[in-house]
């Protein structure tokens, strides 16, 4: 074989050995030279060409003897330097648009992983590149674990080699935090927010907008603890900061006013939610399309605010309108999707159809024990509604045993004074009066749910 069919061939074994795309192994070649580079290697059934030409399949043992000669040659560590090279140039930001490449690419950062054991300062700042790239595609994706895996091993690199203050450093730290609130571990996720935050604040100053994002974040997860007054207050000066160096109809910006919408919302104040909902929703269409899943979260986020003032029928249109698209865009199992369902469960419950309701609330349950864990707070919320909706059916038993379950985790998760956990002990306490346990009733009605 050609050294051009050699070389090839040592690298294609660097990666995993099926799905192998064509973008990774050109290299700068143009098209004929790659032709002449990977003809032997086909004529001499060492590759399977797949999709036409776009992807190629190696042999296990073919993948073997390769690496075995190239560790014997004493090569193994150049072609593994080069892998590295070539996937930081090739795997894209990780952001919903790049999702299709980021999951053909995903199995090939996997293997790099795997297989390559010690790296030296450049290597091990182009890995961090690649694995906090697919940190956030997996994080979009809803794959939380994942996610936080390759954010750990990205934080793990950039500390060793750039410090803990390093703007880059800093980044993984906040994108940790983005993944531990959204699996419910909201203490940890706020001491990470306040890690990358302060950081930030030190490095870069408070306006710029990696700093702005920074407070943007931790007033999420403020506002996801019930820490309501002190969200509002973070969030507010996150948008104000944002509309000043981002513009008001900047991405970013609009999430800011997203975030804010909740934190009213979340407050009872029901009308300057949903005009901070309108006007997130009226943005987004306009910057990001109408099917994007930032412009869906916006359209759920009205229809949920709409419910909250009684407002039933808008409420479910947008809802049908979140979820459908949401199903198409992102898949029925995504987190996203499930949080439309879910609010398209409670509205459907509040307007009293039940059968309906419960169908959808047993999807959700489903799907979140599947996708989160059994513990995560929107899986013991979502026992909680299928609770209610069987309570409502006069199914009081079932609800019973929901209502039970929901209480005890929360009270293990969130804690006793959390609102969600005090919502839970009223719905527990309502349904074994029904029952006439008035006694049991009364013993689980603690301080917090009197007050």
Not at 45 to 66: I, N, P, T
Not at 218 to 229: F, I
Not at 390 to 411: D, F, S, V
Request: glycine share 8%; aromatic share 4%; proline share 2%.
């Amino acid at each position: 074989m050609s050294p051009e069919a050699t070389d090839l061939l040592a690298l294609i074994s660097m990666f995993d050995r099926q799905g192998i795309p064509a973008e990774l192994l050109r290299d700068g070649k143009d098209q004929l030279q790659f032709e002449d580079a990977i003809a032997p290697l086909i004529s001499y059934s060492l590759v399977r060409v797949e999709s036409g030409g776009q992807s190629f399949d190696l042999h296990r043992l073919v993948q073997l003897s390769a690496r075995q000669w190239l560790k014997k040659q004493g090569q193994l560590h150049q072609s593994a330097k080069k892998s590295i090279r070539i996937m930081k140039e090739v795997f894209p930001s990780g952001d919903y648009e790049t999702s299709a490449a980021c999951q053909m690419l995903l199995p090939h950062v996997k293997e790099i992983i795997r297989f390559i054991d010690s790296l030296d300062e450049g290597d091990q700042l182009n890995m961090s590149d690649i694995t906090s790239r697919c940190g956030t595609y997996l994080y979009l994706m809803g794959k939380y674990e994942q996610a936080e895996a390759m954010h750990r091993r990205a934080l793990a690199g950039r500390e060793e080699v750039l410090g803990s203050e390093h703007p880059d450093t800093l980044s993984s730290v906040n994108n940790i935090g983005l993944v531990l609130q959204s699996q419910g571990k909201y203490e940890e996720a706020e001491a990470m927010h306040r890690q990358a935050l302060a950081g930030k604040e030190k490095v870069l100053g408070a306006n710029h907008p990696e700093t702005l994002t920074g407070v943007n974040n931790l007033g999420s997860v403020l506002q996801r603890q019930g820490k309501y007054e002190e969200a509002e207050a973070t969030l507010r000066q996150a948008l104000a900061g944002k509309e000043k160096v981002l513009g008001a109809n900047h991405p970013d910006t609009l999430i800011s006013v997203s975030n804010l919408g909740m934190a009213l919302q979340s407050q009872g104040k029901y009308e300057e939610a949903e005009a901070m909902h309108r006007q997130a929703l009226a943005g987004k269409e306009k910057v990001l399309g109408a099917n994007h899943p930032e412009t869906l979260i916006s359209v759920s986020n009205l229809g949920s605010v709409l419910q909250s003032q009684g407002k039933y029928e808008e409420a479910e249109a947008m809802h049908r309108r979140a979820l459908a698209a949401s199903e198409k865009v992102l898949g029925a199992k995504h987190h996203n999707t499930l949080a439309s369902l879910n609010h398209l469960g409670l509205v459907l419950e509040i307007k009293g159809n039940y059968k309906e309701a419960e169908v959808v609330h047993r999807r959700v349950l489903a799907g979140c024990e599947e996708s989160l864990d059994a513990e995560h707070p929107d899986t013991l919320a979502s026992l909680n509604n299928l609770g209610m909706v069987l309570q409502k059916q006069g199914r009081y038993e079932e609800a019973e045993t929901m209502h039970r379950r929901a209480l005890a985790g929360l009270e293990k998760v969130l804690g006793t004074e959390h609102h969600n956990t005090i919502k839970s002990a009223n719905n527990f306490r309502m349904v074994l009066e029904l029952q006439g346990k008035y006694e049991e009733a009364l013993g689980s009605t603690s301080e917090e749910a009197l007050v």
